[in-house]
Nanobody, 121 residues
Framework: QVQLMESGGGLVQPGGSQRLSCVAT????????MAWYRQAPGKERELVAQ???????TYGGTVEGRFTISRGSAKKTLYLQMNDLKPEDSATYYC???????????????WGQGTQVTVSS
């Protein structure tokens, strides 16, 4: 059973920084995509940043230049470094991964439970 465990959310002041972490546990043979999404109340879930197995990184338009996605050395960990946070960044942040659980596949989509980020003075 694959699980994604997020951590690092909380309250931060405007202009501040915060780092989110996501760890994939369980049967993980390979990872095709890892990403961060967010959803604010009354809004649709949107892509924040994405990493693919080819090494490509993609960012949502509102966060590019302020947020950085990276993977840990263990390859099952995903980070999101968020700098210059704004009140409009407040949302529940979700970790997503497309994971091949065993040698014979197939890949499946997995979501974390979400971690709340609140940017407020």
């Amino acid at each position: 059973q694959v699980q994604l465990m997020e951590s690092g959310g909380g309250l931060v002041q405007p202009g501040g920084s915060q780092r989110l972490s996501c760890v994939a546990t369980g049967s993980v043979y390979d990872i095709n995509i890892m990403a961060w999404y967010r959803q604010a109340p009354g809004k649709e879930r949107e892509l924040v940043a994405q990493w693919t197995s080819s090494g490509r990184k993609t960012y949502g338009g509102t966060v590019e230049g302020r947020f950085t996605i990276s993977r840990g050395s263990a390859k099952k960990t995903l980070y999101l470094q968020m700098n210059d946070l704004k009140p409009e960044d407040s949302a529940t942040y979700y970790c997503y991964a497309n994971i091949v659980p065993t040698l014979v596949g197939p890949p499946n989509d997995y979501w974390g439970q979400g971690t709340q980020v609140t940017v407020s003075s």
